[in-house]
């Protein structure tokens, strides 16, 4: 832990606090090693991820797809200063076309795919409010224009369920990628999504290799639920 001795850290853990590395700080050296000059950043929200990469050290591209509204009308304002962070008012998926999306009470749980029991067991205080018509495209269709001339691109996407149709919309792009990021989850919260044993799987029969787990949600018991995995090529 760069700049935190053993010994201060062993004082520290004596008055019951833990110093940790974060999360993003790992991260970030996964994509300088593998000298990542574009992140693909599906599922947005409101730009908290692209926003991390930055204040980590990553000065390479970014383009952040959004397609919710409200949220995608912040995440411009909040990339509007960084020339190399591009948005892009869209979801990804394995069509192309208007679908309508469930959206829900703090935005960031809005998903294609109908709530799950689990989920709303887990955090009541979350709810679908109501739906939004979004367009759809898919990864392969816009590969092109958005991967440019990047040599090492990384993907991470964050569609609470959708990962699978995600993927299923990059077939010809994946083979270029040399990381990605899945939202992994361990129990059903969107109907149909897709479970992290599948989404392991998957990355895994593609020929990338789990190398970073960081816990995402939590139940109000302490179970944790999902969590964010990082797979690069070996």
């Given at each position: 832990?760069?700049?935190?001795?053993?010994?201060?850290?062993?004082?520290?853990?004596?008055?019951?606090?833990?110093?940790?590395?974060?999360?993003?700080?790992?991260?970030?050296?996964?994509?300088?090693?593998?000298?990542?000059?574009?992140?693909?950043?599906?599922?947005?929200?409101?730009?908290?991820?692209?926003?991390?990469?930055?204040?980590?050290?990553?000065?390479?591209?970014?383009?952040?797809?959004?397609?919710?509204?409200?949220?995608?009308?912040?995440?411009?304002?909040?990339?509007?200063?960084?020339?190399?962070?591009?948005?892009r008012h869209t979801a990804l998926g394995d069509?192309?076309?208007?679908?309508?999306?469930?959206?829900?009470?703090?935005?960031?749980?809005?998903?294609?795919?109908?709530?799950?029991d689990q989920h709303r067991a887990s955090s009541?205080?979350?709810?679908?409010?109501?739906?939004?018509?979004?367009?759809?495209?898919?990864?392969?269709?816009?590969?092109?224009?958005?991967?440019?001339?990047?040599?090492?691109?990384?993907?991470?996407?964050?569609?609470?369920?959708?990962?699978?149709?995600?993927?299923?919309?990059?077939?010809?792009?994946?083979?270029?990628?040399?990381?990605?990021?899945?939202?992994?989850?361990?129990?059903?919260?969107?109907?149909?999504?897709?479970?992290?044993?599948?989404?392991?799987?998957?990355?895994?029969?593609?020929?990338?290799?789990?190398?970073?787990?960081?816990?995402?949600?939590?139940?109000?018991?302490?179970?944790?639920?999902?969590?964010?995995?990082v797979f690069l090529r070996p």
């Amino acid at each position: 832990m760069s700049g935190i001795s053993h010994v201060v850290m062993r004082q520290l853990a004596r008055r019951g606090l833990v110093v940790r590395r974060h999360p993003a700080a790992r991260r970030q050296r996964l994509l300088v090693d593998r000298g990542v000059d574009l992140v693909l950043d599906v599922g947005a929200a409101r730009g908290g991820y692209a926003t991390e990469l930055r204040e980590f050290g990553y000065t390479g591209r970014i383009v952040s797809f959004e397609p919710l509204a409200a949220a995608h009308a912040d995440l411009v304002r909040v990339a509007a200063s960084d020339p190399r962070w591009e948005t892009r008012h869209t979801a990804l998926g394995d069509t192309t076309g208007r679908q309508e999306i469930h959206v829900a009470s703090n935005s960031d749980s809005s998903s294609l795919l109908p709530m799950a029991d689990q989920h709303r067991a887990s955090s009541p205080d979350i709810q679908m409010v109501g739906t939004e018509t979004i367009e759809v495209s898919r990864l392969d269709d816009v590969a092109a224009d958005v991967l440019g001339e990047a040599r090492t691109p990384f993907l991470k996407i964050d569609t609470q369920g959708f990962e699978r149709a995600v993927l299923e919309g990059a077939e010809t792009t994946v083979p270029r990628l040399v990381g990605l990021q899945l939202e992994l989850s361990f129990v059903t919260l969107y109907e149909g999504g897709m479970l992290a044993d599948e989404a392991i799987s998957w990355a895994y029969d593609h020929g990338f290799v789990l190398v970073g787990l960081d816990q995402g949600f939590t139940d109000p018991g302490g179970a944790v639920l999902q969590a964010d995995g990082v797979f690069l090529r070996p």
